[in-house]
């Protein structure tokens, strides 16, 4: 065990290039999905808080239930989409990056989306009423009400970025696990650990750990920052 974590700590020393292009891949992927999953989920959540319109209920049941879907079903169903006789075939996406970006997209924007859906509600029955007797157009609305709660859905952010980077169903599944091409840190991990290298998927390990703490205090310090400066 002692000898697993030194040798686990010498790759981290050296830089290890293979360990290193595992993370690279990792993040690359991570950071695109939370980014997609942003720009969708955000602007769904607030529709979605602000409007009612027929079958509000059953998107809000949708997002929510999406929420705890099971990685290795989005996995499947983006498997099916990208294979040759699949509707998205001709893209040439499966077992690539873009094709996990895909899958880690689809896991990221209804999380996004129903965490923001829930932020923003809470703030619309406070300001809702104001903002009728203003008679704000709907993009003013939307934007006033983001903007009102910045702080509360920077911890949206940093559930879909834990939400991407941790998983590990779709991503082998869509990704294939390729080496030097679609192998992630969860991925290589359960791979090295079933292998018997438990240095290396204990340096994984470790990274993917530290990574998760920097996001959390990256947040808490813009967090704080805009704070003291907006109030």
């Not at 595992?22 to 690359?28: A, D, H």
């Not at 980014?35 to 955000?42: M, P, S, V």
């Not at 990208?82 to 998205?88: I, K």
Request: with cysteine.
């Amino acid at each position: 065990m002692f000898s697993s974590f030194s040798d686990a700590f010498h790759l981290l020393g050296i830089l290890d290039a293979k360990l290193l292009g595992i993370v690279f891949i990792s993040i690359q992927v991570s950071l695109s999905a939370l980014l997609i999953g942003c720009l969708i989920g955000i602007p769904l959540g607030a529709v979605v808080a602000v409007y009612q319109f027929p079958g509000r209920q059953a998107v809000v049941v949708i997002l929510n239930s999406l929420m705890g879907v099971p990685t290795v079903i989005v996995g499947v169903v983006i498997y099916l989409l990208l294979s040759r006789t699949g509707p998205m075939g001709e893209l040439n996406w499966l077992f690539t990056v873009k094709g996990m970006i895909l899958a880690q997209s689809c896991l990221t924007i209804p999380l996004i989306g129903a965490l923001t859906r829930q932020i923003i509600e809470d703030a619309w029955q406070i300001h809702g009423e104001t903002f009728t007797a203003l008679r704000l157009k709907t993009v003013a609305k939307l934007k006033w009400l983001i903007w009102d709660t910045r702080f509360s859905l920077s911890i949206t952010l940093l559930a879909g970025f834990a939400r991407a980077i941790s998983e590990v169903g779709a991503v082998m599944i869509v990704g294939g696990n390729i080496d030097h091409a679609t192998r992630t840190m969860t991925t290589a991990i359960a791979l090295e650990t079933s292998k018997g290298d438990l240095p290396f998927a204990l340096a994984l390990g470790m990274v993917l750990l530290l990574v998760v703490i920097f996001a959390n205090f990256l947040i808490f310090i813009i967090k704080t920052m805009a704070e003291k400066r907006y109030g």
